[in-house]
């Protein structure tokens, strides 16, 4: 129960509240042992192969970046797949939502781990989305020529309409490279670190019964492959 009392709230207001708020109780305990058992985990399978990838950002656009060296001076790495092939006219209008927050995000979050998206479509063409974004602060890479995407399962076939989103956490130990951790679930699987979602969980209109996150843009590719 809250001491908490607002301005002309009622007493049915007040009881339903306090009824919520053990249920919010219970969630957040939920959410911690839920880390908790996360962070138990044994040790994942060996990092397949130090894939080369290319840097999408200004100051390693086409550069070659070994798997290794995105964990810059962190033991932990968290690879985000971005829905964004070469062949898409816009990326994935959701995706682009995740990273919007992440380019703010890892800010706080470099102070611990690394934090990169990585994206299928041509380096070149990552840069060009991220200027318009006005992404400055995460790290772009693009996987055009390896196969992490496959490998790790954030694209199920040779085709740009094969991609799918998937948060990947990895870690760096004395014997090498090794996958903690990687989103099994449907498309809510990245709830807990998306903003959109949640804030409109807080409103009484509750989140709109749509896949994609509303969007400034369209994805004309993603909506004939994915949605029709």
Not at 21 to 29: D, M, P, Q, V
Not at 157 to 180: A, C, N, R, S, W
Not at 197 to 208: K, S, V, Y
């Amino acid at each position: 129960m809250s001491d908490l009392r607002f301005p002309n709230e009622t007493q049915e207001y007040r009881d339903a509240r306090d009824a919520l708020l053990e249920e919010e109780k219970s969630l957040i305990e939920k959410v911690k042992a839920v880390a908790a058992k996360r962070r138990e985990l044994p040790r994942g399978g060996k990092l397949k192969e130090d894939y080369v990838f290319e840097g999408a950002d200004d100051d390693k656009l086409g550069q070659e970046v070994k798997f290794s060296q995105l964990f810059g001076n962190k033991s932990t790495l968290l690879l985000y797949s971005y829905m964004f092939g070469k062949n898409w006219d816009n990326p994935c209008p959701s995706c682009t939502s995740l990273i919007d927050g992440f380019d703010r995000a890892t800010i706080s979050v470099s102070q611990d781990a690394a934090l990169v998206v990585v994206a299928k479509a041509p380096a070149q063409q990552i840069n060009d989305w991220a200027k318009q974004r006005g992404w400055s602060n995460i790290e772009l890479i693009s996987s055009e020529s390896n196969s992490y995407l496959v490998d790790y399962k954030c694209q199920s076939g040779e085709t740009d309409d094969t991609l799918q989103p998937v948060m990947h956490v990895f870690t760096k130990q004395d014997d090498g490279i090794y996958h903690f951790w990687g989103t099994e679930l449907s498309h809510n699987h990245m709830d807990t670190v998306w903003p959109y979602w949640n804030l409109m969980d807080m409103t009484p209109e509750g989140r709109p019964d749509v896949i994609t996150a509303p969007q400034n843009f369209r994805s004309e590719f993603l909506e004939l492959h994915y949605l029709s």
